[in-house]
């Protein structure tokens, strides 16, 4: 498929796409990972009066997370290297200085994650350093580029391999990164397992954005609306719930944007019946509610109210995509 790739990229790619939104969702993956030092708490008594040994596996602990970067980078660049070369006609010294600059930002991300605690800012100072980023990549010449790219990659460097790594003052920093490394595949498993409870986190009393004022949804007050109309707040309302939704539908559209039309098409369809089974059991979860022990309704009209939920939730997202996958077949065929 790669090969097919670079040898008929007009089937795969419309020509006529920005090349910044090719940046768009190459940055955004450097959002993840974090400066790894792999010290655990027993660690820091054992070398309590050894610094220079500490010092020592910090700094080796910090290459190896700058090699994982160089890997991920380079696995990066390759997948996208046709459209590059074919598409937008870089040559391979911008590439090589495309792929440092990648290499900083994701140094740059990962020291704005561990030294910034406020969640506030911290998002603030990743969103500017992103289109900081984007923007140098798209208007400062190679060369400038280059000398820019290195001197701030020098800096990072220097700080974290000989000033960070002599000291313990963001030890439990460093050990709340590495149990959340560890658990991060765990936690990715147990986020789309259906049949482990997840915590709502912490709910406020009148919502930002949807319902601020729970006004009525529907103008008859038969007992399905109302069953209907508690599940839709209650499923919107929950944090854990929307933010899956909105990231199944994220990794499907990448997907449908990313590959042959036939296969956009497949993946769609794909996503229906997938969307559809995951919201019914959501559904049928928040049923099973003890709140529905002390408050109880009809069986018989959970038919009916499951067709009402789904024509809230469920169908808006189809059509979304259905629009979405039709405009990036039309983008490919033109």
């Known amino acids: 498929m790669y090969r097919d790739f670079w040898k008929h990229i007009d089937s795969y790619w419309n020509e006529e796409i920005p090349f910044f939104l090719i940046l768009i ?19 820091l008594i054992y070398f309590i009066q050894q610094r220079n040994t500490i010092r020592q ?11 994982g970067i160089g890997f991920r980078v380079a696995f990066i660049i390759i997948v996208v290297l046709p ?6 006609g870089l040559h391979v010294y911008e590439i090589m200085i495309i792929a440092l600059q990648f290499i900083l ?32 990549i798209l208007h400062i010449p190679a060369f400038y580029g280059a000398i820019i790219t290195f001197f701030v990659f020098a800096v990072i460097l ?11 003052r963001y030890f439990y920093e460093e050990l709340a990164i590495e149990q959340q490394e560890k658990s991060r595949y765990i936690k990715m498993i147990l986020d789309f397992s259906q049949e482990v409870e997840k915590n709502g986190g912490t709910r406020k009393k009148r919502p930002w954005v949807l319902f601020r004022r729970s006004k009525q949804l529907f103008s008859s007050r038969k007992p399905k609306h109302g069953l209907a109309e508690f599940l839709i707040k209650g499923f919107i309302r929950d944090k854990p719930s929307v933010l899956m939704l909105f990231q199944i539908s994220g990794v499907t559209s990448f997907a449908i944007a990313m590959t042959l039309v036939l296969f956009k098409w497949i993946i769609l369809i794909c996503f229906i019946f997938f969307l559809h089974s995951w919201l019914n059991a959501v559904f049928h979860k928040m049923l099973g509610n003890s709140f529905f022990d002390v408050v109880s309704y009809e069986p018989s009209i959970e038919d009916d109210v499951w067709r009402i939920f789904k024509r809230f939730l469920y169908y808006p997202m189809i059509i979304v995509l259905c629009i979405f996958t039709t405009v990036s077949a039309v983008l490919v065929v033109v």
């Not at 910090?58 to 090699?67: G, P, V």
């Not at 406020?118 to 500017?128: D, F, G, Q, T, V």
């Not at 220097?158 to 313990?168: C, K, P, R, V």
Request: with cysteine.
């Open 57 to 67: 596996l910090k700094q080796w602990s910090m290459m190896f997370s700058l090699i």
């Open 25 to 43: 969702p190459l940055v955004v993956i450097s959002l993840r990972g974090n400066w790894r030092t792999r010290i655990l708490e027993a660690d």
């Open 83 to 88: 459209l590059f070369i074919e598409v937008y």
């Open 105 to 136: 930002l994701q140094c740059l991300v990962y020291t704005v994650k561990k030294f910034v605690n406020n969640s506030i800012l911290k998002w603030l100072l990743l969103s500017a350093t992103l289109l900081i980023m984007i923007l140098t």
């Open 158 to 168: 220097w700080y974290q391999f000989w000033i960070i790594s002599s000291t313990n």
